[in-house]
């Protein structure tokens, strides 16, 4: 069965600081994983989907790099900025043909940015 | 596209009412998602669809929960009776598959629901 793991569960960093979230997950079979954010008292939005062809993927400043074999992807965000606090999830898509693409998720990793 | 829409936003209803969750997904996804998420248990999935159908229906509490997709642009969640560790937010998630895949997953703004 597929588990997905996030720690730190917390982590707090001075602003500016580049940082590391890691994501590793229990079965290398998957289809893809996507690593999400969430704001208290709000919804999950995305913000990177790493296909499982795929190594990384960019956007501004966040990267998120994807190794299957490890079953470990780890979210890396630069010159972190207070607005950047929030809960980041990741979350993969599982190969097992029974669930036909089941998603799993982590339970999150709760980021502060201090100015 | 409008998101992933949910209906209604708040719900506060008295332990024993019927309670209907609504979700309309992106055009064009095909897989569908409910969630819900507490304090105490995090997100949980509650059952998920691909093409209208139901797939895995595990984490579904009890018979008192129930869904449906009687199309790709609808579906539902019905609590009945509810009860007060009913209480959450209720998240609906669509995506679209891909030729040997999935793509990417969204979340609707969720329906917080209090019963008392």
């Known amino acids: 069965k597929q588990e997905v793991t996030q720690i730190p569960a917390a982590l707090s960093v001075p602003e500016g600081e580049n940082l590391v979230l890691n994501c590793s997950f229990t079965?290398?079979?998957?289809?893809?994983l996507q690593w999400f954010r969430q704001d208290p008292g709000k919804g999950l939005t995305s913000l990177l989907l790493?296909?499982?062809?795929?190594r990384e993927q960019t956007s501004g400043r966040l990267n998120a790099s994807l190794d299957k074999s490890s079953g470990r992807s780890t979210l890396y965000i630069a010159a972190s900025q207070p607005g950047d606090s929030a809960t980041y999830l990741c979350?993969?898509?599982?190969?097992?043909?029974?669930?036909?693409?089941?998603?799993?998720f982590g339970k999150g990793t709760k980021l502060s940015v201090k100015p | 596209d409008a998101g992933v829409i949910q209906s209604p936003r708040h719900e506060v209803t008295e332990m024993g009412q019927e309670v209907t969750l609504r979700c309309k997904p992106i055009?064009?996804?095909?897989?569908l998602f409910w969630y819900r998420q507490t304090m105490m248990r995090g997100l949980e999935l509650l059952i998920y669809?691909?093409?209208?159908?139901?797939?895995?229906d595990s984490g579904m509490p009890e018979d008192r929960f129930s869904a449906k997709m009687p199309n790709a642009s609808f579906s539902t969640l019905k609590i009945q009776p509810s009860e007060p560790r009913d209480s959450a937010v209720y998240f609906c998630?669509?995506?679209?598959?891909?030729?040997?895949?999935?793509?990417?997953?969204?979340f609707g703004e969720g329906s917080r629901l209090t019963v008392l």
């Open positions: 998630a669509s995506r679209p598959s891909l030729i040997g895949g999935w793509g990417e997953l969204f």
């Open positions: 079965d290398s079979a998957i289809y893809n």
């Open positions: 790493i296909q499982s062809s795929q």
């Open positions: 979350a993969v898509t599982t190969q097992d043909g029974g669930s036909q693409g089941n998603l799993i």
């Open positions: 055009s064009g996804h095909n897989s």
């Open positions: 669809f691909n093409n209208n159908v139901p797939i895995d």
